[in-house]
């Protein structure tokens, strides 16, 4: 399973992005998360969300500023990024649960077997 992600960019700070991610194979049975890793920082949980659409989590320095969300029928994860920071500025990865049909919360990337090749977030000031 190959994943696309994609809608990266410079952003001044406050401002907003949406990015995308797209599994090569239908994986609405799976959970799907975003990881970010800035650099000389280990791989930071971002946010997750279930099979079932309505179960979503995050990592603590997003919450209330990040959203994540899912399309079944677009085989298609969105993360929208409002109020943005430079600290928030990192190469952003998506990743496939490998668990099908968790209903737990998948905070850890060892939870995750699928990773897509990353999108760059830059945050200026």
């Known amino acids: 399973v190959q994943l696309q992600a994609s809608g990266g960019g410079l952003v001044q700070a406050e401002g907003s992005l949406r990015l995308s991610c797209t599994p090569s194979?239908?994986?609405?049975?799976?959970?799907m998360g975003w990881f970010r890793q800035a650099p000389r920082k280990e791989r930071e949980f971002v946010a997750g969300?279930?099979?079932?659409?309505?179960?979503?989590f995050y990592g603590d320095s997003v919450k209330g500023r990040f959203t994540i969300s899912r399309d079944n029928a677009k085989n298609t994860v969105y993360l929208v990024s409002n109020n943005l920071r430079p600290e928030d500025t990192a190469v952003y990865f998506c990743?496939?649960?490998?668990?099908?049909?968790?209903?737990?919360?998948?905070?850890?990337?060892?939870?995750?077997?699928?990773w897509g090749q990353g999108t760059l977030v830059t945050v200026s000031s």
């Open positions: 990743a496939r649960d490998k668990v099908l049909y968790r209903d737990g919360e998948a905070k850890s990337e060892y939870d995750y077997d699928y």
């Open positions: 194979k239908p994986s609405s049975k799976f959970g």
């Open positions: 969300i279930s099979w079932r659409t309505s179960n979503t």
